[in-house]
T-cell receptor, first 119, second 111 residues
């Protein structure tokens, strides 16, 4: 149980294009998901908290218009990197907490991550 | 906001030895402290967590201690094995809230 998937696992795009990354909780419901960015050999930096049915909460310094987050259902959150530039190249990873009617936990379960390369 | 500091950044031990990683936090409101293990190219996996109502928790070879007064917590791995080699992250936050991660410790266990 507690499986989180991400799609795509890798994406290469040209500068100026937009890229959408999906985060899904496969076997549980998640009213809250989190999006992190991880640089090589570095820690996980929280970008935003994704709330089902409401606006995401962004961390200080994260541009909400550049990193669009949509949490349209209890099992899916998407992160769209708009007008991507080479400096946006990074490893993006999501996490989710189970908050359904049968199982609630404060543990964050992580997806496998998405490697974004902007040329 | 919360600030979590983690030390050491790298740790090298011989198989069978113990490994200790320490973290400090700044926000006295934090009450949830998980530890994650991340192998190269893989997702972080929760290995153990502790909440502020207990001072110690153990799961086989892994234990975590928490000192709320001093605002620090530690991960202890006994009888280390080569497969314990990975990056370990501590984190602090409020239960059901967001987490702030430490900088990570690269643990290498030599056979």
């Amino acid at each position: 149980g507690a499986v989180v998937s991400q799609h795509p696992s890798r994406v290469i795009c040209k500068s100026g294009t937009s890229v959408k990354i999906e985060c899904r909780s496969l076997d549980f419901q998640a009213t809250t998901m989190f999006w992190y960015r991880q640089f090589p050999k570095k820690s996980l930096m929280l970008m935003a908290t994704s709330n089902e049915g409401s606006k995401a909460t962004y961390e200080q310094g994260v541009e909400k218009d550049k990193f669009l987050i949509n949490h349209a259902s209890l099992t899916l959150s998407t992160l769209t990197v708009t007008s991507a530039h080479p400096e946006d190249s990074s490893f993006y990873i999501c996490s989710a907490r189970s908050s359904g009617t049968t199982w609630v936990t404060d543990t964050q379960y992580f997806g496998p991550g998405t490697r974004l390369t902007v040329l | 906001g919360e600030n979590v500091e983690q030390h050491p950044s790298t740790l090298s031990v011989q198989e069978g030895d113990s490994a200790v990683i320490k973290c400090t936090y700044s926000d006295s409101a934090s009450n949830y402290f998980p530890w994650y293990k991340q192998e190269l190219g893989k997702r972080p996996q929760l290995i153990i967590d502790i909440r502020s109502n207990v001072g110690e928790k153990k799961d086989q070879r892994i234990a975590v201690t928490l000192n709320k007064t001093a605002k620090h917590f530690s991960l202890h791995i006994t009888e280390t094995q080569p497969e314990d080699s990975a990056v370990y992250f501590c984190a602090g936050g409020t239960s059901y809230g967001k987490l702030t991660f430490g900088q990570g410790t690269i643990l290498t266990v030599h056979p």
